[in-house]
Nanobody, 126 residues
C-alpha cells in the first residue's frame, strides 16, 4: 500500500508562500490520484486540490489562482505551491492517495481516498 508523508508546513505571514510536498513510500504514485485536504480547528476536513495520475487538476474555489498542485511521478512526489496566503488558510494539511484506473480522474470527497498522511501544520499570521 502507498503511504503518504507530508512536509513543508510552517509559519508564514499573510501574503507569503509555502510549498508542501507529499512523498509516496511503499510504492510509487503511479496510477494514484492525489488530493490535498485541510482541517482547521473546530472545522471539518475540506478539499483543497487534487491531481489525477495523468496530471489533470482541480481546486476548491477559495484557492484558485493562489495554489498550484503538481506531481513528479519519477520522484514519487506531489507538491502544493501556496502563494498569497491568508490567515484563513491556517490548518493542518493532509495528502491523500486514491488508486484509480482513470488517467483524468480527480476526486474531492474525503471518502474517495484510500491512504492518508499524518498532516503538516500551516499557520498564516495576519
Amino acid at each position: 500500500q502507498v503511504q503518504s508523508v507530508e512536509s513543508g508546513g510552517g509559519l508564514v505571514q499573510a501574503g507569503g508562500s509555502l510549498r508542501l510536498s507529499c512523498a509516496a513510500s511503499g510504492r510509487t504514485f503511479s496510477n494514484y490520484a492525489v488530493g490535498w485536504f485541510r482541517q482547521a480547528p473546530g472545522k471539518e476536513r475540506e478539499f483543497v486540490a487534487a491531481i489525477s495520475w495523468g496530471g489533470v487538476t482541480r481546486y476548491t474555489d477559495s484557492v484558485k489562482g493562489r495554489f498550484t498542485i503538481s506531481r513528479d511521478n519519477a520522484k514519487n512526489t506531489v507538491s502544493l505551491q501556496m502563494n498569497s496566503l491568508k490567515p484563513e488558510d491556517t490548518a493542518v494539511y493532509y495528502c491523500a492517495a486514491k488508486l484509480t484506473t482513470s488517467i483524468s480522474g480527480t476526486y474531492y470527497g474525503r471518502n474517495e481516498y484510500d491512504y492518508w498522511g499524518q498532516g503538516t501544520q500551516v499557520t498564516v499570521s495576519s
